[in-house]
C-alpha cells in the first residue's frame, strides 16, 4: 500500500543508548519530516529534508540527527536518549503545496 | 503564540448532534489542513484547503481567507467520530499544528 512507513512502533529506552527511527515513503515526495508528538502540545518540527541529500533543523533539533539517505527514506538518530525525548514521534511526506501524508508514529519511552 | 489555535480544546457531544471545531491561524498559508487521529493511532488528513468548502461524507471544511478562519463541521455524529482533531497551515513546505481538539461522541 502506498503511504510512510516508519519503524519501530514501539520503543523503550535506557538513558544513553542510542537508536535510529526508520521511515520510507513510496510517493516520490520530495520533502520529509520528522516530528514529536507531546501531551498538550501540537506536533513540533525536529528535523526537515526538502529534497534528497538536504536537511534542515526545525524548532527542536537538540539531542537529535536525521540522514536523507535517498528519495524515499528519512531517518532519525537518538545519539543518546534522555528521559526528555519521551514521546511520539512521527514521519510525514508532502509533494510539496499538497496534502501531507504521516506514518503511524513511534511511541518512545526513555527510562 | 501559536501561529494556530483551536477551539474547543475538548468537546463532548450525544450521537447525532451537529459539531463544529474552529481553527484561526496568524500567519500567510499556501493551505489548511484538517487531521484526524484516533487514540494511540496515526495521523490521518480529512481535507486541504485553500479555498471555500469542501464536503466528504458527513464532514464538512469550510476556509475563509480574509478572516483567517476555518472549521471543521461533522453532522450526525457517530462514536466513531470520536478522535483528535488537528488544524494545520502550510507556508512553503513548513507546517504548522494546532494543539487539536478532543472529540467525543456519547452513543
Known amino acids: 500500500n502506498a503511504g510512510v512507513t516508519q519503524t519501530p512502533k514501539f520503543q523503550v529506552l535506557k538513558t544513553g543508548q542510542s537508536m535510529t527511527l526508520q521511515c520510507a515513503q513510496d510517493m516520490n515526495h520530495n520533502s520529509m519530516y520528522w516530528y514529536r508528538q507531546d501531551p498538550g502540545m501540537g506536533l513540533r518540527l525536529i528535523y526537515y529534508?526538502?529534497?534528497?541529500?538536504?536537511?534542515d533543523k526545525g524548532e527542536v533539533p537538540n539531542g537529535y540527527n536525521v540522514s536523507r539517505l535517498n528519495k524515499r527514506e528519512f531517518s532519525l538518530r537518538l545519539e543518546s536518549a534522555a528521559p526528555s525525548q519521551t514521546s511520539v514521534y512521527f514521519c510525514?511526506?508532502?509533494?510539496?503545496?499538497?496534502?501531507?501524508?504521516f506514518g503511524q508514529g513511534t511511541r518512545l519511552t526513555v527510562v | 503564540k501559536n501561529e494556530v489555535e483551536q477551539s474547543p480544546q475538548n468537546l463532548t457531544a450525544q450521537e447525532g448532534e451537529f459539531i463544529t471545531i474552529n481553527c484561526s491561524y496568524s500567519v500567510g498559508i499556501s493551505a489548511l489542513h484538517w487531521l484526524q487521529q484516533h487514540p494511540g493511532g496515526g495521523i490521518v488528513s480529512l481535507f486541504m484547503?485553500?479555498?471555500g468548502k469542501k464536503k466528504h461524507g458527513r464532514l464538512i471544511a469550510t476556509i475563509n481567507i480574509q478572516e483567517k478562519h476555518s472549521s471543521l463541521h461533522i453532522t450526525a455524529s457517530h462514536p466513531r467520530d470520536s478522535a483528535v482533531y488537528i488544524c494545520a497551515v502550510n507556508r512553503g513546505t513548513q507546517f504548522y499544528f494546532g494543539t487539536g481538539t478532543s472529540l467525543t461522541v456519547i452513543p
Open positions: 510525514a511526506s508532502t509533494a510539496g503545496y499538497a496534502e501531507a501524508f
Open positions: 484547503l485553500s479555498s
Open positions: 529534508s526538502a529534497s534528497e541529500g538536504t536537511t
